[in-house]
DNA sequence: AAAGTTTCGTTAGAAGCTATCACGAAACCT
DNA sequence: AGGTTTCGTGATAGCTTCTAACGAAACTTT
């Protein structure tokens, strides 16, 4: 999971408890989501005892930063494989999709309303830079030097999102443009808002992708 | 708010305390959202105890219900407000994005994860169809006849999700593509996650929205 | 190997929440 | 004025997070 390699048998034994108590917690969020999320519950099915789980986390609250930080460790490993197997932005997009459609309460998790007590480790941007930064390197060679809008000037202005990737305006343009826009329908997909609509979210989907990669590119 | 006409001064009585119930329940969402909303404190906070509010709610799933049915009506009307005003699509646009800034968990609560014990009146629905009609009154001066993509068919198919709003299937497109992508650039504002890159939200909105009016239209 | 120290898991408890029940009192209708 | 409905209350069960105190196990040091 993360912290694997320890010193001490006692530092061994913590983290392994520690990632079997995020084990439980991940099944269960999978299950109801993040707000159903209990402590207790997450003890009994362990065969422990109610606040022996504090010797390991703080509280919910920090359990729960450290599934969001899992989360995004998840997601940009996802995306990262998908690039090194050639996968260009479409491909990108699809393990995208199959990504969150695994377990829409983690996409929910990480992207959906803020969870009340918590607030973003340094950790998380550091790894959200890193899932912008392979997706420039995709959106890098599709697009022309040509239009370089007022709005990717304020975008190359503060590349820190980035981790200050090299690349031209108008990839930073694009790259925040798939994430808005892929992130737009993938969401109400997600809550469920076209299944009364009788909406195929998959078509629309496509459909959304196709239009953001005509614009540009080809 | 919704009931207030009412026959006998019971039922008026009753209609009043249910408003002044859910204004309380407004007031607590706007401040720590809407998965802190506890019926406990709102009768703490209204001089009355705990168990009294049942007389009014059946639970704390019925009130929120209730809540995201106001919150559909509140932006219906809203967006119906200034279309009435001459509003185009752009001024929709400006509108959807005031009413979401004006309490940033009233968003959520509708367009947010979706909340775990709530399943969706038929009501619902029906306002989130009027929502789209204004949309497409927007939608059906901008579009040219020409493309038809296949998506566009599907879309046509199923017209339901408008109310069966007559506008060709270009302007289903557009409609359906505002949707999802003011969503996407909004959500993410919302949820915070642009105040850490340094971006300006309302650079990227109007630049999402641009584009989105520039390619139909014109 | 024995003694000392740290860590673990337990039970007990405070404070909070949702929700149900039974009862007295107030308001309404006849 | 009397009968019925509705309201608000306190008590209670069961759930939650989280703190505190204690015994036991495990590791470290002598």
Redesign the interface.
Known sequence: MGESNAATPRERYRAQVRTEIKEHAWEQIAT?????LSLNAIAKRMGVSGPALYRYFAGRDELITELIRDGYRSLADTLRAAAADGADLSGLAHALRGWALEDPHRY?LL??????GYH?PDDT?AI?SEIMATLLDACAGLTQEAPA?P?AA??EE?R??AGDHPAPPAAL?LA??F???????L??EL???FT?????PA??F???LD?LLR?RSA
Request: aromatic content about 10%; charged content about 10%.
């Open positions: 109801a989501g993040a707000s159903a929910f992207y959906g309303t803020p969870v009340p973003a941007t959200s809008a709005f304020h975008l503060h820190g999102w343009h925040m443009s994430w808005t826009r892929m992130h737009g329908v969401s109400l809550a469920g808002h009364g609509m009788r909406i195929d078509q629309l496509a459909a959304e239009d614009q």
